[in-house]
């Protein structure tokens, strides 16, 4: 299976890099093609630009073609950022924007929205929170709706999503970030 992991946080020594870390190794562990695209250590600039976005209201178009392929690949998609302000940071918001276009995540004709990521048979999230978890659930989850809701849809039916968080993350003992690390590979090594 070729798997996906894209991380979207600015520190290599984060929980989140090291949850990366532990995504790829798993699925290697398991047989798997691992190919980690870290956002910021190779300099992906979030930022979409006016031409950009034309395309896009063009319907498609535009994007740097390897990174619209390096997703359209993907049979396994693993999304590993921190939440900030109740979602993904900016790096990883514009990184949606930019490579979740029409014409490869989706295909929209009169109305009707139909998947384009074909190919994707699992979509799962790895983040962390600052906050404790009721906090995270007393504003909605809104991060979590924004990935499983509006992103599953680019997928085929049949797409299994998971989601794996910590919350209290700064507080969070060595045991219990180890224990989180453990749960990410655990889980990464299940998919099939």
């Known amino acids: 299976m070729r798997l996906l992991v ?21 699925g290697l562990a398991a047989g798997h093609q691992a190919d980690l695209w870290d956002l910021q250590a190779e300099g992906y600039d979030p ?5 950009d976005w034309h395309d896009h209201m063009r319907g ?6 390897a990174d619209l392929a390096r997703l359209a690949r993907a049979e396994a998609l693993i999304l590993i950022y921190p939440t900030w302000w109740g979602g ?3 790096l990883l918001k514009g990184w949606f924007d930019k490579v ?5 995540a989706y295909h929209l004709d009169a109305m009707t929205l139909r998947p384009g990521l074909t190919a994707l048979r699992h979509l799962g999230v790895v983040t962390t929170h600052g906050g ?11 991060g979590r709706r924004t990935i499983l809701r509006s992103l599953r849809v680019c997928a085929p039916r ?10 209290r993350v700064e507080a969070a003992t060595a045991d ?3 224990a989180f690390l453990q749960r990410v590979g655990a889980r990464v090594g299940r998919v099939r």
């Open 176 to 178: 219990q970030r180890a």
């Open 158 to 167: 049949q797409c299994r999503v998971a989601w794996q968080a910590i919350y």
């Open 132 to 142: 404790p978890w009721w906090a995270a659930l007393l504003a909605g989850q809104p």
């Open 47 to 51: 930022v979409l630009r006016l031409p």
């Open 60 to 65: 498609g178009g535009g994007g740097d073609p």
């Open 6 to 26: 894209v991380l979207a946080h600015p520190s290599p020594d984060s929980l989140c890099a090291a949850a990366a870390r532990a995504a790829v190794a798993a």
């Open 88 to 90: 993904p940071p900016a």
């Open 100 to 104: 979740w276009r029409p014409g490869t």
